[in-house]
């Protein structure tokens, strides 16, 4: 029997899974499918137990199945029209969904993985891809970059790729951005410092007596 699809006071049919939902349950199907061929043709109850345990338990083992399928049914479109990858989480959806339900290419037999791999792996990563599967997996270290990750994501609060993208850059160079960051903040910090400094000669000069009486120290 399927669950019945929620709706909202209005009668209107409210969303179950969250983007965050839907890509968690992408996350875990990628690590508990890491050792199967791609593509994943079917998902194994042990899986979907897993998915809901990750979930807190917050959705059935039919509701989690329900929303696999959709998810596969959303990536064949997609790779058919990739005009309907619109938004940024239809765009990570896809790239998560590709991992999973996409075609791997067959591995390289010995002699040519000596005499190219090195050279493709290194175009690899200057083209980012190493970057976005690290920020795929949901690397987490950014937190070593406070003043860095503040900055980018005051001015870019609505567009969050620039996470997956500096996951992919050097931990050096980033901490090396940090604290380019700090060193500003430090002199914005005497900046603002000499700015009260000066309007209060300036007041006082001006205003001699009245300005102390106005507040003015």
Same mark, same amino acid.
């Given at each position: 029997?399927?669950?019945?699809?929620?709706?909202?006071?209005?009668?209107?049919?409210?969303?179950?899974?969250?983007?965050?939902?839907?890509?968690?349950?992408?996350?875990?199907?990628?690590?508990?499918?890491?050792?199967?061929?791609?593509?994943?043709?079917?998902?194994?109850?042990?899986?979907?137990? #897993?998915?809901?345990?990750?979930?807190?338990?917050?959705?059935? =083992?039919?509701? !989690?199945? %329900? +929303?696999?399928?959709?998810? @596969?049914?959303?990536?064949?479109?997609?790779?058919?029209?990739?005009?309907?990858? #619109?938004?940024?989480?239809?765009?990570?959806?896809?790239?998560? =969904?590709?991992? !999973?339900? %996409? +075609?791997?290419?067959?591995? @390289?037999?010995?002699?040519?993985?000596?005499?190219?791999?090195?050279?493709?792996?290194?175009?690899?990563?200057?083209?980012?891809?190493?970057?976005?599967?690290?920020?795929?997996? %949901?690397?987490?270290?950014?937190? @070593?970059?406070?003043?860095?990750?503040?900055?980018?994501?005051?001015?870019?609060?609505?567009?969050?790729?620039?996470?997956?993208?500096?996951?992919?850059?050097?931990?050096?160079?980033?901490?090396?951005?940090d604290q380019e960051w700090v060193a500003?903040?430090?002199?914005?910090a005497k900046l603002v410092a000499k700015?009260?400094?000066?309007?209060?000669?300036?007041?006082?000069?001006?205003?001699?007596?009245?300005?102390?009486?106005?507040?003015?120290?």
């Amino acid at each position: 029997m399927e669950t019945p699809i929620p709706r909202s006071p209005n009668g209107q049919f409210s969303r179950v899974f969250s983007d965050s939902d839907e890509i968690q349950i992408l996350k875990s199907l990628i690590k508990a499918t890491k050792s199967l061929p791609s593509p994943i043709t079917t998902v194994a109850a042990e899986i979907v137990d #897993r998915i809901a345990k990750r979930l807190n338990y917050k959705f059935t =083992s039919s509701q !989690i199945n %329900g +929303k696999i399928r959709k998810l @596969k049914t959303k990536y064949h479109k997609h790779v058919k029209n990739k005009s309907l990858v #619109r938004t940024h989480h239809d765009r990570k959806i896809f790239k998560l =969904s590709k991992r !999973i339900w %996409g +075609k791997k290419t067959a591995p @390289k037999k010995k002699n040519e993985t000596q005499g190219g791999e090195i050279g493709n792996k290194k175009n690899e990563t200057q083209g980012g891809e190493i970057g976005n599967r690290k920020a795929d997996d %949901g690397v987490g270290n950014l937190g @070593k970059f406070p003043h860095l990750v503040a900055e980018f994501s005051r001015v870019l609060p609505e567009n969050e790729i620039w996470k997956e993208r500096m996951n992919g850059f050097d931990e050096k160079k980033l901490r090396e951005m940090d604290q380019e960051w700090v060193a500003l903040k430090v002199e914005e910090a005497k900046l603002v410092a000499k700015k009260a400094e000066l309007m209060q000669q300036q007041i006082m000069m001006i205003m001699g007596e009245a300005g102390t009486t106005n507040g003015v120290n």
